[in-house]
């Protein structure tokens, strides 16, 4: 299956294993197109801010908003989450091995956000590896119609996986070139 999301139960350890796993399959001369998720302590006791790095090394755009510290609910900056996702189009229509998506988050559910460029590589046969809080599961499987496959939050199964489904991509590339 071409089309995998990964959940870890800590508070942003997701985005580092896919953070870690995007240097490791760039390390070996792959090219991965999408976001990783940075998260910085802030000096004063409120949450991290947030940032993505645009894969293949591109920018990095702060995606939180400071709303202050008495604000609840979402800080996302919906307007540099768009930008992001721009990015990561332009970059996909280039070429790309693999997508990775940090999160499949609000946004995506709710019919925004990744989810285009999500179906576009799906449409592409390029494999896509996508974040996924409980939060946001059953949007997702609604999203991937059953076509999805839950991988675990470990990095040499998900590395795995990677080799894997690229292979097969490069080999029915090379295949149809002999013919």
């Known amino acids: ?62 995606i939180s ?19 992001a996702v721009g990015l990561v ?5 280039s070429g790309a091995d693999l997508l990775i998506v940090n999160k499949f988050g609000k946004h995506e559910s709710e019919g925004r956000g990744f989810r285009s460029v999500i179906a576009e590589a799906v449409a592409m046969d390029i494999p896509v590896l996508v974040g996924l809080n409980a939060l946001n599961r059953p949007a997702f499987e609604s999203f991937a119609e059953g076509m999805a496959i839950g991988l675990p939050p470990d990095a040499a199964e998900l590395m795995d996986w990677a080799v894997r ?9 090379s295949d149809f070139a002999k013919a």
């Open 89 to 93: 189009a332009a970059g996909l229509s």
């Open 1 to 62: 299956m071409k089309l995998a999301y990964t959940m870890a139960p800590g508070r942003g350890d997701t985005d580092l294993v896919l953070e870690r796993l995007a240097a490791a399959l760039a390390a070996r001369g792959l090219r991965c197109c999408g976001t990783v998720q940075i998260n910085s302590e802030r000096a004063e006791a409120g949450p991290c801010d947030m940032d993505v790095r645009v894969l293949p090394g591109g920018a990095i755009l702060r």
């Open 165 to 173: 489904v690229t292979e097969s991509n490069a080999m029915t590339e």
């Open 65 to 83: 908003q400071d709303l202050g510290p008495q604000a609840r609910g979402c800080r996302l900056d919906p307007a540099a989450l768009e930008t």
